[in-house]
C-alpha cells in the first residue's frame, strides 16, 4: 500500500525509483534536496517531512490524509479535523490542530486530549461526533444518530414548512421503494440528484455522511465472523453467513425480543 507521504505533492519520484527529490528544498535552493528511497521504502521521507518542513502545508495535508489513525510510527500525535459536505454534495475535510499525543492510549486519555484541543478552538462538544459510551451500547450509536438527524430537522422546521414539505414517513416509504443502488456507487452522487425530491431525508444525510469512516464497525464484524465461523461450522456460505451478520446487528437496534 503506497503511504500517504507519496500523495501531499511534496516529493518527486526520480529515474530508477532510489531516490527522491523534495520540490521545496529545491526552492530553496538546499544542498541536499533528495531523499533514498530505496526499494519504495518511505521512512526517510517521512523523517524529512517531519524534520524540515513540520509547519506547512504538505505537513497538513500528511495529517490530514492519516486523521483518522491518529497515531503516526514513533512520532504519535492526535489530531482534531473538520469534515463536512458542501452545497454540491462534496467531501470537504480540513485539519484544525495537531497535538503531540505521548503515553499511553487509553479511552480516559484520548478523551482527555481530544477535549483540550476541542476548548483551544472554542468547539463545543455536542458540536462534535465523539462517542464515548461503553462498548456495549456502541452497536446502537449509528442509527440512533440517524434517526436524532431526523428529529432536529423536523423540530427546527417551522409550521408553513412542514406543512409544504414531504411528511417524513411517506418521503421514506418513497425512498424505501427504489432500486437499489449498486455497492460501487457513490452515496453523495445519489443525494445530489435526489435533494429535491427527499428534502428531508437528504439534510439528514448530509450529516450523517459528513463524518470520516472509522475502523470499529469493520472490527465488530470480523470479530462477528470469528463467532460465526470455527472449525466445527465451516460449511456456511456467503450469503447465509451475510444474513446472520446483519441479523446479529440489526436486531438489537430495533430491540427484537426473542
Known amino acids: 500500500m503506497t503511504s500517504n507521504v507519496w500523495k501531499i505533492g511534496l516529493y518527486k519520484k526520480l529515474e530508477g525509483g532510489q531516490e527522491a527529490e523534495c520540490i ?10 533528495t531523499i533514498s528511497t530505496k526499494n519504495w521504502a518511505s521512512s526517510g521521507l517521512l523523517f524529512h517531512l517531519k524534520t524540515k518542513h513540520k509547519g506547512t502545508k504538505f505537513y497538513e495535508e500528511f495529517v490530514r490524509l492519516e486523521s483518522d489513525a491518529p497515531i503516526f510510527g514513533v512520532d504519535p ?9 458542501s452545497k454540491n454534495w462534496e467531501k470537504r475535510s480540513f485539519v484544525l490542530s495537531v497535538s503531540a499525543f505521548p503515553g499511553s492510549h487509553t479511552g480516559d486519555r484520548i478523551n482527555e486530549v481530544v477535549r483540550g484541543l476541542l476548548k483551544s478552538w472554542d468547539i463545543p462538544l455536542s458540536k462534535t461526533h465523539i462517542d464515548q459510551s461503553p462498548s456495549a451500547k456502541r452497536q446502537r450509536s449509528c442509527a440512533a444518530f440517524l434517526f436524532d438527524a431526523f428529529e432536529e430537522i423536523m423540530s427546527s422546521t417551522s409550521a408553513a414548512q412542514q406543512h ?3 411528511d417524513l414517513r411517506s418521503e421514506f416509504m418513497d425512498y424505501a421503494a427504489r432500486p437499489r443502488e449498486p455497492l460501487i456507487a457513490n452515496p453523495l452522487e445519489f443525494w445530489r440528484s435526489a435533494e429535491k425530491e427527499l428534502p428531508l431525508m437528504s439534510q439528514a444525510a448530509r450529516r450523517f455522511l459528513s463524518p470520516p469512516c472509522t475502523s470499529v464497525l469493520s472490527e465488530q464484524i470480523f470479530s462477528s465472523a470469528r463467532d460465526l465461523f470455527h472449525y466445527r461450522r465451516m460449511r456456511t ?3 447465509k453467513a451475510e ?6 446487528r440489526a436486531l438489537p437496534i430495533i430491540n427484537y425480543k426473542y
Do not use: V
Request: proline share 6%; with cysteine; charged share 25%.
Open 24 to 33: 521545496l528544498c529545491k526552492d530553496k535552493n538546499e544542498k541536499k534536496t
Open 237 to 239: 456460505g456467503p450469503k
Open 243 to 248: 444474513m446472520i451478520l446483519f441479523l446479529q
Open 77 to 85: 500525535r492526535t489530531a482534531i479535523s473538520a469534515h463536512g459536505i
Open 164 to 166: 409544504s414539505q414531504p
